[in-house]
């Protein structure tokens, strides 16, 4: 069992081997779902273009070359 504790402004520090073994890291967005039995943190799959955010030079938004993979026969 693997255990968190919750600081004043509602933050859980996930442990290391839990953002390891899931893959996260500082940035990553997680999904919080509350269920009958509880609360589960799951991350969230990034998007093709956030994977590949930074490989390429130039001054288009995520929304840009979203929209450019879209299109894309």
Known sequence: MIIAKMLEK???VIPK???NKVDISPGDKVEIKVTKDGVSILP???SFTESYAGCVKG???LEELDNLY???P
């Open 59 to 61: 001054k288009l938004t």
């Open 17 to 19: 081997e839990v953002r």
């Open 70 to 72: 879209a299109e894309k």
């Open 44 to 46: 969230l799959k990034k």
């Open 10 to 12: 509602g933050q859980i």
